[in-house]
């Protein structure tokens, strides 16, 4: 009984730290990066415009599930809760295990970027990537053994900056009047297979973008009032995400024209350059660091409850569901960081983290399929917040999901390929746990 109490998470997080994780695990040097990209493929001012909110609608009606669904089962680890709950074990278990690779790859990466841009800002320091990667990664992983509360505070403070500088980003765009924004001709070949593509292809890297956007469900169990917080930060949250990811396009495209944005690898160093002069690309440089400190801190705490979950349902190893005295689940912690140190020490895991958007979609599809099953199976759960417009806004967020996985197998079939072969490996694996079990 004494040990079950010991592995127990600590309620000790609130709301401005569920907005603080949601905005600091979503916006990440994405957004800095991707809209050259989009404007490659798209080609449309309207229909780039247009993409980035069709990608926030889609999350914004998933976050009215998920608050059910968190609400209704406010446990560490998320997704794999619910669709357990609903399909059964192996189902439990494969969406667990894809949530948690997607969460798991991105601390590396994000390390490695850090240490690349500060490379750039300090030149001297060219030697010396992997031990700056290196050194990010040991750092982080001390202050989440200290506990919970100082993870907590390190992510309100960084979300928070990272909040002024896109506001401040965007401000000086639209101050500036040098140029103005371009007359774009309508692309009237909309059926062609080309911009098919493009449009499908443009949509994975913005639903990449918006990956992070349910990351309050992963900490429901350390919530101290998970019924009002989570509703309340899903809605906020996104809303503030989707706000300054179009406003940020907008600027952009104040300042340059499409033709300028499309050929440009990193838009918003071309964007500063202009507004601040050659100063610019260096202003940009300080607010990715800004970006990716804050995400690479928001994952470092989320693969741990997942993995801390997947353990105390048997789905890992026992001691996964250790927690320390500050509440850290530091088990699941350490294995999360090995695995993030061997990704960067063999450095390719860009595959790895192609896949990101493909299992995102198919585990929130899966979650909003398991809120229709659990309404008819178990209708008398208790559920804190119900979903707005029920079943409709889920059976319409199922069918946006099928469409845009059925959209990315056609864009990125070797993505594809590497869920097939995970999802072939998992049954053997399953059962092997469950007869240890």
Not at 24 to 34: K, S, Y
Not at 74 to 99: C, E, H, Q, V
Not at 397 to 419: M, N, R
Request: hydrophobic content about 50%; glycine content about 8%.
């Amino acid at each position: 009984m004494s040990d079950s109490k010991k592995n127990q998470l600590k309620k000790t997080l609130g709301l401005s730290f569920n907005i603080a994780v949601l905005i600091g695990g979503t916006i990440g040097v994405g957004i800095l990066r991707t809209p050259g990209t989009i404007a490659g493929l798209l080609d449309n001012y309207w229909l780039i415009i247009a993409s980035w909110l069709f990608g926030g609608l889609f999350v914004l009606i998933g976050a009215n599930s998920y608050a059910e669904l968190a609400t209704m089962l406010p446990k560490a680890g998320g997704s794999y809760n619910y669709i357990k709950r609903a399909f059964g074990d192996y189902a439990g278990f494969l969406s667990g295990w894809f949530d948690y690779i997607t969460n798991a790859i991105p601390p590396a990466f994000y390390c490695i970027v850090i240490s690349e841009y500060i490379i750039i800002l300090f030149p001297f320091l060219g030697n010396y990537s992997s031990v700056i990667a290196i050194s990010l990664l040991v750092a982080f992983v001390l202050l989440h053994l200290s506990g919970v509360k100082n993870g907590s505070a390190f992510q309100q403070i960084t979300s928070f900056l990272k909040v002024i500088c896109f506001v401040c980003l965007v401000v000086a765009c639209f101050m500036y009047s040098g140029v103005k924004v371009p007359v774009i001709e309508k692309d009237n070949s909309f059926f062609q297979i080309g911009l098919l593509f493009g449009i499908f292809k443009s949509l994975q890297l913005i639903i990449g973008t918006y990956n992070g956007w349910n990351s309050v469900c992963f900490f429901a169990e350390e919530n101290d009032d998970p019924g009002k917080n989570i509703p309340r930060s899903l809605y906020s949250g996104v809303l503030l995400v989707i706000a300054i990811y179009v406003l940020l396009n907008l600027a952009f495209f104040h300042v340059l024209s499409l033709e300028t944005i499309a050929k440009s690898n990193l838009a918003a160093a071309e964007v500063a350059s202009i507004i601040f002069g050659k100063n610019g690309a260096a202003i940009v440089i300080v607010i990715s660091i800004f970006s990716l400190i804050s995400i690479l801190n928001a994952f470092m705490m989320i693969p741990p409850r997942i993995l801390f979950g997947l353990s105390r349902d048997g789905f890992f190893i026992e001691k996964g569901t250790k927690v320390n005295k500050g509440g850290t689940p530091i088990i699941a912690l350490l294995v999360s960081s090995l695995f993030s140190l061997f990704l960067i020490c063999i450095g390719s895991f860009e595959v790895l983290f192609s896949f990101a958007a493909f299992t995102s979609v198919i585990v929130w599809g899966l979650a909003y399929f398991s809120l229709l099953k659990l309404r008819t199976s178990e209708p008398d759960l208790p559920r804190p917040y119900r979903s707005k417009f029920h079943p409709w806004l889920t059976i319409l967020a199922i069918i946006v999901s099928l469409a845009l996985l059925v959209g990315f197998v056609y864009s990125d079939p070797k993505g594809f390929g590497i869920i097939v072969v995970i999802t072939l490996i998992s049954y053997p694996l399953f059962l092997i746990l469950k007869r240890r079990k």
